[in-house]
């Protein structure tokens, strides 16, 4: 990703330079190096806002929103992607950010604003067929069904995460399921299960 900043700076291709900047961003997140992620976030919103290109500002804006997230910043989370929301994304950034917004609602507790939207994006990814998403997605509206008391149907759609994880041989997913099934079980009183 810096490489292709470094080439990309000498050029007049800003759109690529700021999906470049995006990408140094993300693997910078992933590597817990946040200041460097926040920088690189920077820069693809500044050319975003210079050219005026929706989707840089968006990207960035959904990282920087998993950035706060990932520091426990959940309400300047959920306003990132309110924002995102309320500028008229296209339909694939639109579902992103209801993605991290239903888990910033969830990690909240806010079950009445987390529930409907997770539904509605385990709905949309489906349709989509974005089945790892879905699986992800499916997992976390079970942790919110089980916070809710509506324990047969968070066994439901962990269940169904589990599966859409398993055929697609996603670790992630799975592993994410088995940990819902468990506080499933644990809320039943199964602690075999549930270990």
């Given amino acids: 990703g810096r490489q292709a900043v470094a080439l990309l700076e000498t050029t007049g291709e800003w759109h690529w330079l700021g999906l470049a900047y995006w990408d140094v961003g993300l693997s910078a997140?992933?590597?817990?190096?946040?200041?460097?992620?926040?920088?690189?976030?920077?820069?693809?919103?500044?050319?975003?806002?210079?050219?005026?290109?929706?989707?840089?500002?968006?990207?960035?804006?959904?990282?920087?929103?998993?950035?706060?997230m990932l520091h426990g910043e959940w309400d300047m989370g959920i306003e990132v992607y309110q924002r995102v929301l309320a500028s008229g994304p296209d339909p694939v950034t639109a579902l992103v950010a209801q993605m991290h917004l239903g888990y910033a609602y969830l990690e909240q507790g806010q079950l009445d604003q987390a529930i409907p939207l997770l539904t509605h994006v385990v709905q949309q990814c489906q349709k989509a067929q974005l089945r790892g998403p879905q699986s992800r997605m499916a997992t976390f509206l079970a942790q919110a069904l089980l916070l809710n008391k509506c324990i047969e149907s968070a066994q439901r759609m962990a269940q169904q995460a589990l599966h859409i994880g398993q055929l697609l041989s996603y670790p992630y997913g799975v592993a994410l399921a088995q940990r819902a099934l468990g506080r499933i079980a644990q809320a039943q009183g199964d602690d075999a299960t549930a270990a």
């Fill in 29 to 68: 997140i992933y590597l817990g190096a946040f200041d460097t992620a926040r920088e690189a976030l920077a820069h693809t919103r500044s050319l975003g806002e210079a050219h005026e290109d929706k989707r840089l500002l968006h990207f960035a804006d959904i990282h920087l929103g998993v950035i706060h």
